[in-house]
Each structure stands twice: as C-alpha cells, then as structure tokens.
C-alpha cells in the first residue's frame, strides 16, 4: 500500500527547523520531524503534541534518503548549506520528493539552481532560500516589475536595523566568505565577488547603505521576466561596515585562490563559529522591523517603478512562509516543477496574500 505523501522537516531540533515545525502544526498540518539527536527529536515531539519523529544524519548520507518516499515534500534547514546541504538535495531528487531549504547562502542556491533538469526529469520542485532570504525580495521585485514590464533591471535591497541572528546564521555567513559570488549581467549569471558594490536605497524616511550580494532574485526572476539584463541584490549594512565588507571580500577572494590557507582559514572559521547555538527570543523578535525594497528601470537607468514591503523578525517570517509553501506543495499548490523562485513557484496571486500572512506587507 503507498504511503500517503508528507511533508518532512529535516534539522527540526535547531532555531529555525523549530520555528516551522510550530508553523506546520499550527497550520493543522503533521509533519515529520527529522533530525540527528534521537533525545532532542523526542523532546520536540513531545512538546509539539506527539509528532511523529526520524532519525537522519547528513554524514549517513543513505539515512537522509530514507525519510523520502516519492510526491513527499522536504523542508530541510540544515546549514551551513555549502557544508551540509548536499544530501538532503540529492535525497529530494532520488526520491522525487519537492525540495524546500532556508538558505541564504548564494553558491548554495546556485548550485541548487543547476540541477534544474534533474529536477523537472523528475518531476518535482527544488525552492530554494525560501524565507526572509529572500521570499520578500522576489515578491516586491515581481510586484515593481508588474507595474513595469518593459524594464530591463531591477535592484533589490534588504534592510534590518539591530538584526539578532541565530547560530546558524553566523555559521553560514563565515562559511561564504571564501566562496566566489555572481552577478546577472546581459542576460546571463557572471562570476562576482560580494561586495563589490555599494549603494543607498531611500526607505522608510531614511537613506539606508547596501552592499551587493548573491541572492536568489539573480537567479530566479530572469525566467520569470525574460526582458531583465540586470539583476542585483544589497544587504542593508551601516557604511562603515559595508566599506569593510568590500576590503575583507578582497582579502578572502585572494586567500582562496591558495588551497592551503583557504583550508586552514575554513577550518579556524568552523571551530570558531559553530551553528545550532540558539538565536534572537521571542521577544527579541516581537521587537525587529524589516524592509525590502526593489527598484525598476528602463535601458536609460531611470527608475520605472519601486515597491517597498515592511515586515517583523526574518526568522517568524521564515517559519510561517515555509511552512504555508511546504503545505501548498503538499496540496498541489506548485505551478511548475525544476528549480523555481518563490514567484515561478506558486504565482503573484498566492505569493502575496500568504508572504502578507507571514508578516511581509506592501
């Protein structure tokens, strides 16, 4: 008899996997909950009210791809992602289970996005950096690009005054800084270093500084909006940290053309910034305010059309919009199959009200 498809959060016991285990619950939905720590998964189920629980550790690659059957949808947070990410990846595909991950981690959702034809082989979807990075980018770039279709570029920025960031979090950002960035140039994604540039956005009444990144929205929108030449992506930093961002990106973009201090450098980061340490309370987040801001412009660089979305904690919002996408999959909710953006996945008519619900709002 075949098993009825599920949805699978895989890193359940860490901040972020907690956050949307409680989402899914709370949505009436019965997730699996997987991860590595047999006692910490019966806790959490225990807290949960008696969810069903499996054991899975990326280094046991085999046991990763034993909590998938096919039509099974997977949401995994297991980061670092560069580090860590791999299997669940692999599983998803072998299994023919959709792939939802919480990554913010841009090579990790480049690589993601290059097993698009094994994907829609497949038959199913791989959705990558479907949280606060960067669901709420894609949505206000689409929704500036709605109202003008004829451009050919579009900046997106994202901004959190006195963010709190999670163990994880941190671990994923020292993992980046000895990777190779990219950009969308022409019409096509090309090698960038990050912070190679800087720039102000206008929100909420103030002149915000931001230093470009590798996101999603490179990636994702260009097959969305096949008009766009140009797409770049900030991270809202204070000047003097943006400036510093753009030195250090030098010095780690040198030390990891030599092999050997790359190692020594990665290894010293990974002793030095463990991940699933905890992150911001809840009253810490009941306290953040978040904004993305996407910018749209004609050949001539003049700017056809700008949308800003507020919202509260990335981390609540990461929680509740993977779980509303990890359930809408389950439902049949998903437009298409290969790797997807948040819009080719489920359409502006869904996106919006569901990223609204979560906490992000025009």
Same mark, same amino acid.
């Given at each position: 008899?075949?098993?009825?498809?599920?949805?699978?959060?895989?890193?359940?016991?860490?901040?972020?996997?907690?956050?949307?285990?409680?989402?899914?619950?709370?949505?009436?939905?019965?997730?699996?909950?997987?991860?590595?720590?047999?006692?910490?998964?019966?806790?959490?189920?225990?807290?949960?009210?008696?969810?069903?629980?499996?054991?899975?550790?990326?280094?046991?690659?085999?046991?990763?791809?034993?909590?998938?059957?096919?039509?099974?949808?997977?949401?995994?947070?297991?980061?670092?992602?560069?580090?860590?990410?791999?299997?669940?990846?692999?599983?998803?595909?072998?299994?023919?289970?959709?792939?939802?991950?919480?990554?913010?981690?841009?090579?990790?959702?480049?690589?993601?996005?290059?097993?698009?034809?094994?994907?829609?082989?497949?038959?199913?979807?791989?959705?990558?950096?479907?949280?606060?990075?960067?669901?709420?980018?894609?949505?206000?770039?689409?929704?500036?690009?709605?109202?003008?279709?004829?451009?050919?570029?579009?900046?997106?920025?994202?901004?959190?005054?006195?963010?709190?960031?999670?163990?994880?979090?941190?671990?994923?950002?020292?993992?980046?800084?000895?990777?190779?960035?990219?950009?969308?140039?022409? &019409?096509?994604?090309?090698?960038?270093?990050?912070?190679?540039?800087?720039?102000?956005?206008?929100?909420?009444?103030?002149?915000?500084?931001?230093?470009?990144?590798?996101?999603?929205?490179?990636?994702?929108?260009?097959?969305?909006?096949?008009?766009?030449?140009?797409?770049?992506?900030?991270?809202?930093?204070?000047?003097?940290?943006?400036?510093?961002?753009?030195?250090?990106?030098?010095?780690?973009?040198?030390?990891?053309?030599?092999?050997?201090?790359?190692?020594?450098?990665?290894?010293?980061?990974?002793?030095?910034?463990?991940?699933?340490?905890?992150?911001?309370?809840?009253?810490?987040?009941?306290?953040?305010?978040?904004?993305?801001?996407?910018?749209?412009? !004609?050949?001539?660089?003049?700017?056809?059309?700008?949308?800003?979305?507020?919202?509260?904690?990335?981390? !609540?919002?990461?929680?509740?919009?993977?779980?509303?996408?990890?359930?809408?999959?389950?439902?049949?909710?998903?437009?298409?199959?290969?790797?997807? &953006?948040?819009?080719?996945?489920?359409?502006?008519?869904?996106?919006?009200?569901?990223?609204?619900?979560?906490?992000?709002?025009?």
């Amino acid at each position: 008899m075949t098993a009825m498809p599920k949805i699978v959060v895989f890193g359940a016991t860490g901040y972020t996997g907690r956050l949307i285990a409680e989402n899914l619950i709370a949505r009436g939905a019965a997730p699996v909950l997987a991860g590595r720590n047999a006692e910490s998964l019966k806790k959490l189920a225990e807290e949960s009210g008696g969810a069903e629980t499996a054991v899975a550790d990326v280094a046991d690659p085999d046991s990763v791809r034993a909590l998938l059957d096919t039509g099974d949808v997977l949401v995994t947070t297991v980061g670092p992602f560069l580090r860590y990410g791999g299997p669940a990846l692999a599983a998803a595909l072998a299994a023919g289970a959709h792939y939802f991950d919480s990554t913010g981690e841009g090579p990790f959702i480049r690589r993601v996005f290059d097993r698009d034809q094994e994907a829609k082989a497949a038959g199913v979807a791989l959705v990558s950096a479907f949280g606060f990075d960067y669901v709420p980018g894609n949505l206000a770039a689409a929704l500036a690009l709605e109202q003008a279709p004829e451009a050919t570029r579009v900046d997106v920025g994202y901004f959190m005054p006195s963010p709190g960031t999670s163990g994880g979090t941190r671990a994923s950002i020292a993992g980046m800084l000895f990777e190779h960035g990219f950009a969308y140039r022409d &019409g096509a994604i090309v090698p960038e270093r990050s912070g190679a540039r800087v720039r102000t956005f206008d929100v909420a009444g103030k002149t915000l500084t931001g230093v470009s990144i590798p996101g999603s929205e490179q990636l994702a929108l260009r097959h969305t909006y096949p008009g766009l030449r140009r797409v770049d992506v900030f991270l809202g930093l204070p000047p003097a940290a943006a400036r510093g961002m753009q030195v250090t990106s030098l010095v780690t973009g040198a030390l990891a053309r030599v092999a050997p201090a790359r190692r020594a450098a990665e290894y010293a980061l990974s002793r030095a910034v463990p991940g699933s340490t905890g992150g911001p309370s809840a009253e810490a987040r009941a306290r953040s305010r978040t904004w993305a801001v996407a910018e749209a412009y !004609d050949a001539a660089d003049r700017v056809l059309a700008s949308v800003t979305l507020t919202g509260g904690d990335p981390y !609540d919002f990461t929680g509740a919009i993977l779980a509303w996408g990890a359930a809408t999959a389950l439902d049949g909710g998903l437009l298409d199959t290969g790797a997807l &953006g948040p819009v080719s996945a489920f359409g502006l008519e869904a996106l919006t009200p569901a990223a609204a619900e979560a906490g992000f709002t025009r």
